[in-house]
């Protein structure tokens, strides 16, 4: 008898591996930085990335010819967003155990929310707004500025923070017009030239075997876990599934103990914590206010 899994599983499992995916890929990544300096790794793997990227665009008919004149500036602000975040990130990921830099960027559904209502004028009652407070207090508990463990690069963390914002409120207000797939081509497109300019500013490593090998299994991961995540919001409910992207801080924390021999101290399993509650907090107070509003 074959056993039937509901949309919503099904969503939470596209969601789970999608943030495996992911994490993965950033573990990779972070072992490149080992052979390569990190503009020559964003630009290698944006070529190998794009090239992926591009075949699935051109077998899927998903190129658009003719950009919306209403969605060219959104969709500009939404790549400056993943670039800087990218670039920020890895230099964040670079230089700092995996498990607190992925910590700090599970701080970004707060942080989405408390951007909407300030620059969407979207409505977010005081319990979210305790609920985004209590999660910033989390990520101040990672960082823990003013600390011997401070580590300065926890500020780039928290940059990248700020352009993934800027990079999901633009995707926001993108049109259906433009398909997911291709948006995703542009962006690898924009990763790929910027990785490439800024690496003429350092200089160019000979790329050995390994570190060819290890750029094409980050790309795979990269790839893998876009589809999975794009499967995820078009499977079940969002507000349901969406709690299960900080399976990614399980990964982030075995990946960096067994890779790397980063074992977290109290204040970032604390702090990640708070996050996670008070994310998932966020999450289930929108499902809430959602069916409030249909419901009305």
Request: proline share 3%.
């Amino acid at each position: 008898m074959a056993i039937q899994i509901s949309d919503n599983m099904r969503g939470a499992a596209f969601m789970s591996i999608s943030m495996a995916a992911f994490v993965f890929n950033d573990t990779t990544m972070k072992l490149v930085s080992e052979h390569l300096n990190m503009f020559q790794a964003i630009f290698l793997r944006g070529v190998f990335t794009t090239g992926l990227l591009l075949a699935v665009v051109i077998y899927k008919k998903a190129i658009v010819y003719n950009i919306p004149k209403t969605d060219r500036w959104t969709l500009g602000c939404r790549l400056i967003g993943e670039v800087g975040g990218t670039v920020c990130y890895l230099t964040a990921l670079f230089h700092m155990p995996i498990a607190n830099a992925t910590a700090i960027l599970q701080a970004l559904p707060l942080a989405v929310t408390l951007a909407g209502a300030i620059f969407l004028r979207e409505a977010v009652g005081w319990r979210r707004y305790l609920a985004i407070s209590v999660g910033f207090a989390g990520v101040l508990m990672i960082v823990r500025p003013g600390s011997d463990g401070f580590n300065e690069f926890s500020v780039w963390a928290i940059i990248a923070v700020a352009f993934v914002v800027l990079r999901d409120l633009s995707t926001r207000r993108l049109s259906y017009a433009i398909p997911s797939l291709f948006v995703a081509l542009l962006t690898s497109i924009a990763i790929t030239i910027v990785g490439g300019i800024l690496s003429f500013t350092t200089d160019w490593k000979p790329v050995s075997n390994d570190a060819f090998m290890l750029l094409c299994i980050a790309a795979g991961f990269v790839i893998f876990g876009y589809l999975f995540s794009v499967m995820a919001m078009r499977v079940g409910e969002i507000s349901f599934s969406s709690p299960f992207r900080y399976t990614i801080l399980i990964w982030a924390i075995i990946l960096g103990i067994v890779v790397f021999g980063d074992i977290p101290d109290h204040w970032t399993i604390l702090g990640s914590f708070i996050i996670v509650i008070s994310g998932v907090y966020t999450f289930y107070r929108e499902r809430y206010v959602g069916q409030l509003a249909r419901k009305a």
